[in-house]
């Protein structure tokens, strides 16, 4: 059977995937990351599919940062995908990108999102940001019961 993941993080930019975990780990952390640089990727991920047959859908998931400019399958269809599905709707979902257009914003939260965050470019900020992220959606954030 597959290992649990507890944050998926999904982001082609191998700059950005380093400076989140590295923002997101400041302090210990429990949690269990896995990164994915492409959208077709978390969807196999997400939909235990192809080699992440044997996973556990919601087993242990509990948040997926998603950026929106991927590779082979875009955030915005991954977004979809999720919150279509019944037993994956419910993992909270943020958005996490560059973009600050109005229509991405809009779309986002029209698709399910639970959060749209624009990084900053600051690394103190992105820092502060990430810790905001980590503190609330995986220290207060409570999930059902039925999803851990």
């Known amino acids: ?83 279509g599905a019944p037993e994956m709707k419910i993992i909270p979902v943020v958005v996490l990108t560059s973009s600050s257009q109005e229509s991405d914003i809009r779309t986002s939260y029209e698709l399910g999102a639970n959060s749209y965050i624009q990084k900053p470019v600051n690394y103190d900020e992105f820092r502060t940001v990430m810790q905001r992220i980590r503190g609330y959606w995986l220290e207060v954030n409570r999930m059902l019961s039925v999803y851990k």
């Open 1 to 83: 059977m597959a290992e649990a993941i507890d944050v998926l993080l999904v982001d082609d930019s191998l700059a950005d995937v380093t400076l989140t975990l590295r923002a997101i780990q400041a302090e210990e952390s429990r949690q269990k990351f896995t990164v994915l640089r492409d959208g077709e990727e978390a969807l196999n991920c997400v939909l235990c599919q192809g080699p992440y047959t044997g996973r556990n859908p919601a087993s242990s998931l509990k948040l997926i940062m998603l950026d929106l400019k991927l590779p082979k399958v875009n955030g915005f269809e991954v977004l979809k995908v999720i919150k």
